[in-house]
């Protein structure tokens, strides 16, 4: 009777998902993350080849959950400065900033940079489009977007030392203002 694996890839790379967003690349390890699991760690090699293999699909996980499942809903909505609140409530509201942080600043490995490279241009994208739909020239637009992109990014940062603005809100409307988002619902 053949062997099966107790977890399924899937598991095993939201594991390893939540050990980078905690303590970076290095952090997903194989032994770590069947610790995680409740598992061995032999049973990991029933699934993947090797450590980056479990890499590999951790990221590709992040970049599903990023793009294919969270930017579709974003372009739903329909009024582009709605959007971008809802955007700025969706990256500041789960937790998602962790992981972006660290695939940032904690490795030059090929496959990190590219999958981190592909996320944070569909993201500014998503930025761009709707600072132009909301009347910015091509140009202006994309430097707004990525500045915009750079102050996300810096606000995640402040978040993980708890100086992060206190007033989500007013500190969200006061970004989008700044950024010459001015029509903001409720």
């Given at each position: 009777m053949p062997r099966v694996a107790r977890h399924t890839p899937e598991a095993w790379a939201a594991a390893a998902l939540d050990a980078l967003a905690e303590g970076g690349v290095t952090a997903v390890a194989v032994e770590p993350v069947a610790a995680r699991l409740g598992t061995s760690k032999s049973s990991f090699y029933w699934l993947f080849e090797n450590r980056e293999a479990l890499l590999t699909a951790a990221l590709e996980l992040w970049e599903r959950r990023e793009t294919d499942e969270l930017l579709p809903r974003l372009a739903a909505v329909p009024d582009p400065?709605?959007?971008?609140?809802?955007?700025?409530?969706?990256?500041?509201?789960?937790?998602?900033?962790?992981?972006?942080?660290?695939?940032?600043?904690?490795?030059?490995?090929?496959?990190?940079?590219?999958?981190?490279?592909?996320?944070?241009?569909?993201?500014?994208?998503?930025?761009?489009?709707?600072?132009?739909?909301?009347?910015?020239?091509?140009?202006?637009?994309?430097?707004?977007?990525?500045?915009?992109?750079?102050?996300?990014?810096?606000?995640?940062?402040?978040?993980?030392?708890?100086?992060?603005?206190?007033?989500?809100?007013?500190?969200?409307?006061?970004?989008?203002?700044?950024?010459?988002?001015?029509?903001?619902?409720?």
């Open positions: 400065a709605e959007r971008l609140r809802a955007l700025v409530h969706e990256a500041f509201g789960t937790g998602r900033n962790a992981v972006a942080l660290r695939l940032l600043f904690d490795s030059d490995a090929p496959s990190v940079h590219a999958i981190a490279k592909r996320v944070t241009n569909r993201r500014i994208a998503v930025i761009e489009t709707a600072l132009r739909e909301l009347g910015q020239a091509p140009e202006q637009a994309r430097h707004l977007a990525t500045a915009g992109y750079a102050v996300y990014l810096g606000t995640a940062a402040l978040h993980r030392v708890d100086a992060a603005p206190l007033d989500e809100r007013a500190y969200v409307d006061a970004v989008l203002k700044s950024f010459g988002v001015t029509r903001c619902g409720t």
